[in-house]
């Protein structure tokens, strides 16, 4: 292998581990974000079954704040709002990446094409830098003219 190969694989390694930290946060935040849509959604209604007493019954009003809490504490409905999230978190994150994923998958897999791949991937990550990181060629709508 030349040295553009051995470049072009370490690029590739280094987007791979980049797109997956950024689609792992991304996934993190949407998960935690479903979460708290979800208790919003389910808690007042629970709330006010649990303040709902047709008898004044001691037991019976701390018979319904314990499933309260219970509900409040460890609902199913969070863990799978959390797991849809941070699917759908993760998904998002590596469609908006796709074209990068790609180059770096291709830039590892592939011996012959590693290099084309590469300055593909090279190409992308000087869009990024210019047009994300220092907003080349963004249209600025705040600036008064």
Do not use: W
């Not at 072009?8 to 987007?15: H, L, N, P």
């Amino acid at each position: 292998m030349n040295k553009l190969t051995i470049i072009s694989k370490v690029a590739g390694a280094i987007a791979i581990a980049g797109i997956g930290f950024d689609a792992h946060k991304s996934a993190v935040r949407r998960a935690r974000e479903n979460v708290k849509i979800g208790i919003a959604d389910r808690l007042p209604d629970a709330f006010l079954h649990s303040r709902r007493l047709d008898e004044t019954s001691y037991i019976t009003s701390k018979l319904k704040d314990r499933v309260f809490q219970e509900d409040v504490d460890g609902a199913l409905s969070d863990k799978f709002n959390a797991l849809t999230g941070y699917l759908g978190g993760m998904f998002d994150q590596v469609v908006s990446n796709i074209i990068p994923l790609g180059c770096a998958i291709g830039a590892l897999v592939t011996n012959k094409a590693s290099k084309f791949f590469g300055i593909g991937l090279g190409l992308c990550g000087i869009k990024y830098l210019l047009s994300d990181v220092f907003d080349v060629g963004r249209v600025k709508h705040f600036d008064i003219e």
